[in-house]
Every structure is written in C-alpha cells, then in structure tokens.
C-alpha cells in the first residue's frame, strides 16, 4: 500500500511552492491590510461599474457575496461578485480587487483567448483535481494502468493553472490602465492598487509551481514503475 502524504520526497519537492503559497498570502493580506487605509473617492462596486460602462458593457451586473477576498468574474452568468470589504469599500484595495475583477470582463467580452481556453478548461480541471489522486492511490495497490490514467487526469489540473497565469496577469494588467485612463486612482496613489494586484499574482505563480512539482512527483515517483510493469 503506497499512500503520497507519507513520502518524504513529495513534501521536499513541493517545499518550495508551499513556502512561496505561504509568504504570497502573507504578502496579499499585508498590502490589502495597507491599501484598505488608503482612502479612494469610489467604493469597489462603483469603480467596477465605471470600468464596465466605459467599455459599454453596461450589461454585466455586480453582486455581493460572501467571504474574505472571495471575488470573481462569473463568464456563465456574465456578473461580477464582490466580497463586502470590496464590494462597499472605498479603499485603494477595494478598487484595486474590483477592477481586476472588471478586467476578467473585459477579456469575455473581447474573446481573450487564454480565458477561453481557461474556461473550456475548468471542467476537466475539477474532474482531474477530483478523482487523480484516489486513481493513483488504487492503481498503486492494483494497476499500474490506473496510475498512467490518474497522472494524466492530474495533468488536467497542471494546464488549467499554466493557463491561468496569463489569465490573470493580463487581468490586472487591464485594471492598473483603466483606473489610470479614467482617473479614478490618482497617481500618488496608485502604488497601492500595484502592490496589491502584484501580491494576488504571486498567488497565482505559487499554486501553478505547486500543480507542476505535483505532477512532475507522480511522474518520477509512478512512472518508471508503470513502465516496468507493461
């Protein structure tokens, strides 16, 4: 019986992107902690509202939900959730998460391919995530044949995130050059929008290196096994 939370080598190969995930978060509730000081002239939902009208997109509604940072862009439904510290904020943190937000819109509504892909993604991804794991786990005891399937299940979850990185990047690319374009951060201030923006990014980078050193452990640890099995 073979079970990956009690080898060492995994917990030593991911070591490196569970440390980044670690200081990244630390690093995202820092600089939120920070901009949310900064006073901004509009909440989070009206400046994702400005975002979206000005580029005529006066159809994609925003919703609160709940939750800490637990803001979205839902493509399926075409709306916004804002978390209550973003959604009724008037903090540089709160219109910096919003327009972020706004800028996954802006990609929907001009067919940025990555989100595409992102999307047409998503299924296979939480399919992948779901099941990967208890198909290596059973195919170490009974098959290898169930190992090459659960590995590349997982592999799934590794593309979802690759794409995701410029996803998200090019999001918040969008966000820094409206808030500019339309002035609703001024300059002095937009420090703080950057800093949190860049801390969400590390976010991203940490859980993509996490997926990649995951896969590439179940390839070395499974899959000269597998192969000498056939």
């Known amino acids: 019986m073979y079970f ?23 690093r995202v509730r820092s600089s939120f ?8 002239p509009i909440s989070g939902a009206g400046a994702a509202r400005h975002v979206l009208d000005s580029a005529g997109l006066q159809s994609v509604g925003i919703e609160p939900i709940e939750g800490f940072l637990s803001d979205h862009y839902d493509p399926t439904q075409k709306v916004l959730r804002l978390s209550p510290h ?13 327009a972020h937000e706004a800028g996954h819109a802006l990609q929907d509504a001009q067919r940025y391919a990555p989100l595409a892909i992102r999307n047409a993604a998503v299924p296979a991804a939480n399919f992948g995530g779901g099941i990967s794991m208890l198909l290596i786990f059973l195919g170490a005891m009974i098959s290898p044949k169930l190992v090459i399937v659960g ?25 820094k050059q409206q808030l500019d374009a339309l002035g609703i951060v001024p300059r ?43």
């Open 4 to 26: 990956v939370g009690l080898d060492i080598w995994y917990w030593i190969m991911l070591a490196p992107a569970l440390l980044l995930g670690l200081w990244a978060q630390m």
């Open 33 to 40: 902690a920070e901009a949310e000081q900064v006073q901004a």
């Open 86 to 98: 973003v959604f009724q904020g008037y903090s540089m943190a709160a219109v910096g998460i919003a």
């Open 151 to 175: 590995i590349v299940c997982y592999g799934a979850v590794v593309f979802f995130q690759l794409v995701n990185l410029p996803v998200e990047f090019d999001a918040s690319r969008r966000a």
């Open 188 to 230: 002095q201030d937009q420090q703080y929008v950057n800093n949190v923006l860049n801390a969400a990014a590390w976010t991203y980078v940490a859980g993509t290196l996490q997926a990649v050193m995951t896969l590439l452990y179940f390839v070395l640890r499974f899959g000269g096994a597998s192969s000498s099995n056939e």
